[in-house]
């Protein structure tokens, strides 16, 4: 895992010297590649992951499984266009949930069971929060697109507060009851702190693919190429990436689509994230059981 932190580092600051030299319009554009590409191929498998955790079975098949999942999918993007802000309210919680649960799982094996979740909840909203609080005017415009109401105040610093405060709490906590090193408490402060630097020198999307790409979706197709094969040799990794290519080229065509019907009625950021939040719904579910499959085995 210290050679993806220190990738991650590494490609930060790369992606931060980006922001200062070229235009922001060629950083959005940069952002979304990357969301589409890297982004998108880290939930691209979910039909794989299943099948492992049903340990290959054979009651499934793989059509049925796939049309499981579009169903899901489509009930989402749904939900999206009839109540987009409640919609929008449920696709930030299970991200935030998502995104601590995923940087957290392999530190976190000693932590009380019950603090976990909450944990890894407040954890993955810092993150969204701290990247609000540094593109607060361009926060507020797209929740005014989705959703069609104007929010004037989105309560950042409070927030902030609040969460940084118990999250300071858990892990000092968990470093007195030596459950975690100082090592570790102390580096994930200073990504933190990379964090911050980088979501208050970036566009809103920008900032948002540095962090989604190199510290989310990088290290979770890791997870996932080891939980399937068993390794992340090249050999495994091109597998991943066969397996993946449909389902890939599916959500891709599935984002043309969705902006066909939608375009006439919805801004691009609205459709965006709608489908986004779509696809990010039975992805977060499959991970959760992907990490408990982990847990209860030998």
């Not at 080891?226 to 959500?251: E, H, M, N, Q, R």
């Given at each position: 895992?210290?050679?993806?932190?220190?990738?991650?580092?590494?490609?930060?600051?790369?992606?931060?010297?980006?922001?200062?030299h070229v235009p922001e319009s060629f950083e959005l554009i940069l952002g979304f590649v990357l969301i589409f590409t890297f982004g998108m191929v880290h939930g691209s498998n979910d039909l794989l992951?299943?099948?492992?955790?049903?340990?290959?079975?054979?009651?499934?098949?793989?059509?049925?499984?796939?049309?499981?999942?579009?169903?899901?999918?489509?009930?989402?993007?749904?939900?999206?266009?009839?109540?987009?802000?409640?919609?929008?309210?449920?696709?930030?919680?299970?991200?935030?949930?998502?995104?601590?649960?995923?940087?957290?799982?392999?530190?976190?094996?000693?932590?009380?069971?019950?603090?976990?979740?909450?944990?890894?909840?407040?954890?993955?909203?810092?993150?969204?929060?701290?990247?609000?609080?540094?593109?607060?005017?361009?926060?507020?415009?797209?929740?005014?697109?989705?959703?069609?109401?104007?929010?004037?105040?989105?309560?950042?610093?409070?927030?902030?507060?609040?969460?940084?405060?118990?999250?300071?709490?858990?892990?000092?906590?968990?470093?007195?009851?030596?459950?975690?090193?100082?090592?570790?408490?102390?580096?994930?402060?200073?990504?933190?702190?990379?964090?911050?630097?980088?979501?208050?020198?970036?566009?809103?999307?920008?900032?948002?693919?540095?962090?989604?790409?190199?510290?989310?979706?990088?290290?979770?197709?890791?997870?996932?190429?080891?939980?399937?094969?068993?390794?992340?040799?090249?050999?495994?990794?091109?597998?991943?990436?066969?397996?993946?290519?449909?389902?890939?080229?599916?959500?891709?065509?599935?984002?043309?689509?969705?902006?066909?019907?939608?375009?006439?009625?919805?801004?691009?950021?609205?459709?965006?994230?709608?489908?986004?939040?779509?696809?990010?719904?039975?992805?977060?579910?499959?991970?959760?059981?992907?990490?408990?499959?982990?847990?209860?085995?030998?």
């Open positions: 895992m210290n050679n993806i932190f220190n990738f991650s580092i590494v490609a930060s600051f790369l992606g931060l010297w980006i922001t200062t992951i299943v099948n492992k955790i049903l340990n290959n079975s054979k009651h499934y098949s793989k059509f049925t499984l796939l049309t499981a999942y579009l169903l899901i999918v489509s009930i989402a993007v749904l939900f999206f266009y009839w109540m987009p802000s409640l919609a929008m309210i449920l696709f930030i919680l299970f991200s935030a949930y998502h995104f601590g649960e995923q940087h957290w799982e392999h530190l976190f094996s000693k932590t009380n069971s019950i603090l976990k979740p909450i944990f890894y909840f407040s954890y993955g909203m810092l993150i969204l929060f701290l990247l609000f609080i540094f593109n607060d005017t361009e926060v507020k415009l797209i929740v005014s697109e989705i959703t069609g109401y104007e929010v004037t105040n989105l309560y950042s610093k409070i927030i902030l507060a609040i969460l940084g405060s118990f999250i300071g709490v858990i892990l000092a906590i968990d470093f007195f009851t030596k459950r975690l090193p100082l090592e570790v408490i102390l580096k994930e402060l200073f990504t933190l702190a990379v964090l911050a630097i980088i979501f208050s020198s970036s566009s809103l999307i920008w900032g948002f693919s540095i962090y989604f790409i190199l510290w989310h979706s990088i290290p979770s197709l890791i997870e996932q190429i080891t939980f399937i094969y068993g390794d992340v040799k090249t050999d495994s990794t091109l597998k991943y990436c066969k397996a993946a290519l449909p389902y890939w080229i599916i959500s891709l065509v599935g984002m043309v689509i969705l902006y066909a019907i939608f375009s006439s009625e919805k801004q691009f950021y609205s459709l965006f994230f709608a489908f986004i939040a779509a696809v990010t719904f039975p992805h977060a579910f499959v991970m959760l059981n992907m990490f408990s499959k982990k847990k209860a085995q030998p």
